[in-house]
């Protein structure tokens, strides 16, 4: 598989430097990473209006491979953020949650994340996200890294 991958990262704009270290371990991992979210890279003078907000959003989440939603205590208060995942499901992406590092006890997820996620990964399992980056499955994890409890796995057997 390429180790080119265009991204969308929706975030809270405080959790930035999370992002910048994701990208960065990304990056040391061999992975050329292209973000198309706006963080601290991309930072403008004048606030856009609402509609170009949302239009810049809806075509930088076409523009990724894959989505990807960096949680932390205050993501789920975000105005925009049910919007990028609702958004990044009608356009059919994959939807990932990553917890923030810190984030090993509960914290609230995003409505439109319960609703909508394909997959859910601690901090420390960003090998997983290297999976599914690369369209390999993985399962669904808990803040810590662990599995969820109970562990539900279909496996489906003609008879």
């Given at each position: 598989?390429s180790k080119?991958?265009?991204i969308f ?11 910048q270290r994701?990208?960065?371990?990304l990056?040391n991992d061999?992975?050329?990473v292209r973000?198309?979210?706006?963080d ?5 003078e004048v606030?856009p209006?609402?509609d ?10 076409n523009?990724a491979g894959t ?7 205050d ?10 995942i609702?958004?990044a499901f009608n356009?059919?992406k994959?939807i990932v949650g990553?917890?923030k590092?810190g984030?090993?006890n509960s914290?609230?997820l ?20 290297e999976?599914i980056?690369?369209?390999k499955h993985v ?8 599995s969820?409890?109970?562990p ?5 057997v003609?008879?």
């Amino acid at each position: 598989m390429s180790k080119s991958k265009n991204i969308f990262i929706s975030h809270h704009g405080e959790d930035d430097e999370h992002v910048q270290r994701l990208k960065e371990r990304l990056k040391n991992d061999g992975y050329d990473v292209r973000n198309s979210s706006v963080d601290s890279t991309k930072h403008q003078e004048v606030r856009p209006s609402d509609d170009e907000i949302k239009r810049d959003l809806q075509d930088g989440i076409n523009w990724a491979g894959t989505f990807i939603c960096l949680i932390g205590e205050d993501t789920h208060t975000r105005d925009w953020v049910d919007f990028e995942i609702e958004e990044a499901f009608n356009q059919d992406k994959p939807i990932v949650g990553i917890f923030k590092h810190g984030c090993a006890n509960s914290v609230e997820l995003p409505e439109a994340f319960k609703k909508y996620r394909t997959y859910t990964i601690g901090w420390n399992s960003l090998d997983k996200l290297e999976d599914i980056l690369d369209g390999k499955h993985v399962p669904h994890e808990n803040p810590n890294g662990t599995s969820p409890n109970p562990p539900y796995e279909i496996h489906r057997v003609p008879c």
